[in-house]
């Protein structure tokens, strides 16, 4: 087999083979392709597409391109969880613990942030104590005994993907939806997970758009996982303005607190009761997504998921008495206000830019080699379609620096007030098959 053959069969509209497939990857991997070949292939699945079979035989010899994840000495079905991406994006804070409290085992590996806030292991490490450097003896137990644990990414998972995603990164190839879809779920299923849910975002703070394309994404995704056996379900939610209210690693520690007592964010709640029912059903605990939307609600409103957010982080060696008293997590030194410079209705809030203007103060990394200070961030006051008087705060700038003017800057330059205006509608589009 060559090469050269494989990259001209799909640049005519050609349908791989799945020894076609593996001998691209295994061969890129190991160093026998070159990477202007393999730029030459990712154009060519750029313009001619790939068909259902084409995707899910990518993804898995990307998986096999590297260590997998064993969880089969973990009991029940695990579940797991994958958005992409967003700006204050809290749900695994809340998701974890409100789904293992119905005793369905979440089993987590999550890594760093890199870019508006950090990933969910820098958002927990804002708790003091908290760690994720545990074996992978004691990660079974936990889950086993109290259905829930978080791990940091370990091993040599899917290198075929991140040597692909870099050259693609470089080439002009990334917005191609069966490489995008291969990327994501091979992660995923190299983790070890028996069933994913997928929150696919769209609008101006993601990476999908538009409808149509997250759309595309979320179908292409959920196909692939339920062609190589993990039953997947995906939802659209919307990402053109920040979810919930905080943007930072204590703040949204905080804003998942008060979701788990009942008390969060109506859109936080919404995406979160959405997601778990998801998750509830794939993990064997209810039959419809109502049944299990009903379960998640009594859990939050018996105190059972709150209790099981403090014996996650007691385990992991976490402060448990944050969920008492939230003034234990990290403060700033300087909280301003950001206010209205004339009244209206809030028409539009650039999720992505907001995002920056959080990274500004340190609440995100702009290179692997950043520190984050865990907390700064913001917390916003308005959201799109509430009126803001002139003068009344649009976001409180939490900081630990005095000068925050190009902060403000960006805020200003990215929130606009008009006569009138709308919400956004925040799930766009729930599939189950």
């Not at 079979?53 to 969880?81: C, F, Y």
């Not at 301003?336 to 103060?361: C, F, N, T, W, Y």
């Not at 865990?374 to 308005?382: C, I, N, P, S, T």
């Amino acid at each position: 087999m060559r090469m050269v053959d494989v990259i001209a069969k799909k640049r005519d509209g050609g349908k791989l083979t799945t020894e076609e497939i593996n001998f691209f990857i295994k061969g890129y991997t190991a160093g026998d392709v070159p990477d202007y070949q393999a730029s030459s292939l990712a154009m060519a699945i750029y313009f001619q597409d790939m068909d259902d079979q084409e995707r899910a035989d990518l993804t898995m010899a990307m998986v096999e391109s590297g260590d997998q994840i064993d969880l089969s000495d973990i009991d029940g079905i695990k579940v797991d969880k994958h958005s992409t991406g967003g700006v204050g994006d809290t749900t695994t804070l809340v998701l974890a613990p409100l789904v293992a409290a119905l005793d369905i085992p979440v089993a987590k590996m999550s890594g760093r942030g890199l870019g508006h806030t950090g990933g969910t292991i820098d958002k927990l490490e804002a708790v003091e104590g908290f760690h994720v450097e545990i074996s992978d003896e004691e990660f079974v137990r936990l889950v086993n005994e109290d259905k829930i644990a978080v791990i940091g990414q370990t091993g040599n998972l899917t290198p075929a993907d991140k040597k692909l995603y870099a050259l693609r990164d470089v080439t002009g190839t990334v917005n191609s939806i069966p490489l995008i879809a291969s990327s994501i779920m091979s992660k995923k299923i190299a983790a070890g997970s028996d069933a994913i849910v997928l929150d696919v975002k769209k609008g101006a703070g993601a990476f999908m758009k538009t409808d149509e394309d997250a759309e595309q994404l979320a179908h292409a995704m959920v196909k692939i996982g339920n062609n190589v056996g993990r039953r997947t379900m995906a939802i659209i939610s919307d990402m053109s303005q920040p979810l919930g209210y905080a943007i930072g690693n204590a703040l949204e520690v905080k804003e998942a607190i008060e979701t788990l007592k009942g008390e969060g964010p109506e859109d936080l709640n919404e995406l979160v009761l959405t997601l778990g029912s998801q998750m509830v059903v794939l993990g064997g605990g209810a039959e419809t997504l109502d049944e299990a939307r009903g379960k998640l609600q009594e859990v939050i409103d018996n105190g059972k998921a709150l209790e099981k957010f403090r014996t996650f982080l007691e385990n992991q060696g976490g402060n448990g008495d944050v969920v008492d008293d939230v003034s234990l997590l990290p403060q700033a030194a300087y909280e301003i206000e950001v206010p209205a410079k004339q009244s209206g209705v809030v028409s539009r809030m650039v999720a992505d830019e907001i995002g920056i203007a959080s990274m500004l103060l340190g609440a995100g990394r702009a290179t692997k080699e950043d520190t984050i200070d865990l907390a700064v961030g913001l917390m916003l006051r308005k959201k799109v379609g509430d009126k803001a008087e002139e003068g009344e705060s649009l976001v409180t700038i939490y900081s630990n620096r005095e000068d925050v003017e190009d902060v403000k800057e960006k805020i200003y330059a990215n929130i606009e007030i008009a006569e009138q205006a709308e919400a956004p509608k925040l799930i766009h589009t729930i599939i189950t098959e």
